[in-house]
């Protein structure tokens, strides 16, 4: 028996190109989410920070120097990495002790910085997320991997180029409305098509950025939410999964097993099934992540996203909106922090700060979150709260 879990708080630098160094770009993120919680520093119990490339900045060990700064230095701070996946990962791990009841208030941040060290630098440095020996080691980067995973989706569901490029569309759409988005542009299907051939059949606009940024959420027992008197969301279902570390260990290729592992467990831990779900926040690294995202989560069958999201079923106004914040391609993918920057998504649709890309009536979000191909994943499932 576990105890019932909250957000209290939520907030997020601007994901992008960011001028500050790695620990005050998390503080202001920290102190954005404390200050929505209507806590002190004092308030926190322990810190969970998940970040996987600190030391780009000159910063590892970075949980106790981000409890030291918030003038908490004996509050106990424990660092994850979890590639790409970090932020989930993260989040499950601060979630667990808040639910077995070892606190009642603790601070869940994530935090990159590495766009100072450009483009190729960045990619060497994000190939070692993959299985090295196998993978980046013999030069097969993260578009190059989900460029095979296209391939082989594309040929065995007989999708397209354009099938891809709508995902990137609709997402700079939504983007466009989150003034925290990196990049913020309205493209086409020809601009997406148009755009450099990266990783064939992947271009330039069917990638995600390299992105600098933080977010945080304060998570808390529920007793502690009610006493807070603060609007707060609660954490209904939680899963993860786990897959073969390299792409070619893997049986089939157009399907991502540790996300259909971590969504299983969240869908009966909170006891519903996709149908029931009002929005999600998925990892749409590559336009083809998505399209695998939403099949492995269930809400479309195996071969069928493709069509779905050219009807516009994913949409803002669509039966199952995916990606309201942007997604990683059009808000960013700050990969320590992405995975908690869903759970800020989810917070500000919950509580009235999304202004202009809310989805109108919803109640159940369900957040996605991997790491490098799919080794790891993790899935949240999120239910708003009404306050009378
Ligand atoms: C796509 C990619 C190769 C582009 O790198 P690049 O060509 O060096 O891009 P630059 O940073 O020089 O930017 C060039 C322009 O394209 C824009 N841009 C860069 N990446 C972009 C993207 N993914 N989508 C849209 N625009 C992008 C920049 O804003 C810039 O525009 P500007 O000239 O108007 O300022 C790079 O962003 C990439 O590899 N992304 C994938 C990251 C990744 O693998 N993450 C892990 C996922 S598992």
């Known amino acids: 028996m576990t105890n019932k879990v909250c957000v209290v708080g939520a907030g997020s630098t601007k994901y992008g190109k960011l001028n500050e160094s790695i620990i005050e770009i998390a503080l202001s993120a920290a102190v954005d989410a404390i200050n929505s919680a209507g806590i002190t520093p004092k308030d926190i119990q322990a810190g969970y920070i998940s970040n996987v490339f600190g030391v780009a900045d000159r910063q590892v060990h970075m949980a106790p120097v981000i409890m030291s700064n918030l003038g908490i230095p004996n509050v106990p701070g424990l660092t994850i990495e979890s590639a790409c996946g970090s932020g989930s990962v993260m989040f499950r791990e601060a979630y667990a002790n808040v639910a077995a009841g070892f606190y009642d208030c603790v601070l869940a941040l994530g935090v990159e910085k590495v766009t100072h060290t450009g483009t190729a630098r960045s990619t060497t440095l994000f190939s070692y997320c993959s299985d090295f020996f196998y993978e980046g080691g013999n030069g097969a980067s993260f578009p190059g991997l989900f460029a095979s995973m296209a391939r082989a989706y594309m040929t065995s569901h007989k999708a397209s180029e354009e099938d891809l490029a709508n995902v990137a569309v609709k997402n700079h759409e939504n983007g466009l409305l989150n003034p925290k988005a990196h990049v913020r542009k309205k493209i086409t299907v020809d601009d997406v098509l148009k755009s450099p051939v990266v990783a064939d059949p992947l271009k330039l606009l069917d990638?995600?950025?390299?992105?600098?940024?933080?977010?945080?959420?304060?998570?808390?027992?529920?007793?502690?939410?009610?006493?807070?008197?603060?609007?707060?969301?609660?954490?209904?279902?939680?899963?993860?999964?786990?897959?073969?570390?390299?792409?070619?260990?893997?049986?089939?290729?157009?399907?991502?097993?540790?996300?259909?592992?971590a969504a299983k467990q969240a869908y009966k831990m909170a006891g519903?099934?996709?149908?029931?779900?009002?929005?999600?926040?998925?990892?749409d690294c590559f336009t083809i992540a998505e399209?695998?995202?939403?099949?492995?989560?269930?809400?479309?069958?195996?071969?069928?996203?493709?069509?779905?999201?050219?009807?516009?079923?994913?949409?803002?106004t669509g039966d199952i909106p995916v990606n309201p914040s942007g997604g990683l391609?059009?808000?960013?993918?700050?990969?320590?922090?992405?995975?908690?920057?869903?759970?800020?998504?989810?917070?500000?649709?919950?509580?009235?700060?999304?202004?202009?890309?809310?989805?109108?009536?919803?109640?159940?979000?369900?957040?996605?979150?991997?790491?490098?191909?799919?080794?790891?994943?993790?899935?949240?499932?999120?239910?708003?709260?009404?306050?009378?």
């Open 291 to 316: 399209i695998i995202d939403i099949e492995d989560l269930g809400f479309f069958p195996k071969g069928k996203a493709a069509r779905a999201v050219r009807e516009g079923a994913t949409r803002l």
């Open 272 to 283: 519903i099934t996709p149908k029931d779900i009002d929005f999600a926040e998925v990892h």
């Open 207 to 261: 990638c995600c950025p390299f992105s600098d940024g933080a977010s945080a959420v304060i998570l808390c027992s529920e007793d502690f939410a009610k006493k807070s008197g603060r609007p707060y969301v609660e954490i209904i279902g939680s899963g993860r999964g786990a897959s073969p570390a390299a792409v070619q260990g893997r049986e089939d290729i157009t399907t991502i097993p540790s996300t259909v592992a």
């Open 329 to 388: 391609k059009s808000k960013g993918h700050p990969i320590g922090a992405t995975g908690v920057g869903q759970v800020v998504e989810v917070f500000d649709q919950f509580t009235g700060r999304a202004d202009g890309r809310e989805v109108k009536g919803a109640e159940i979000a369900l957040t996605h979150n991997f790491g490098a191909t799919g080794a790891s994943a993790a899935v949240h499932i999120f239910k708003k709260v009404d306050r009378k």
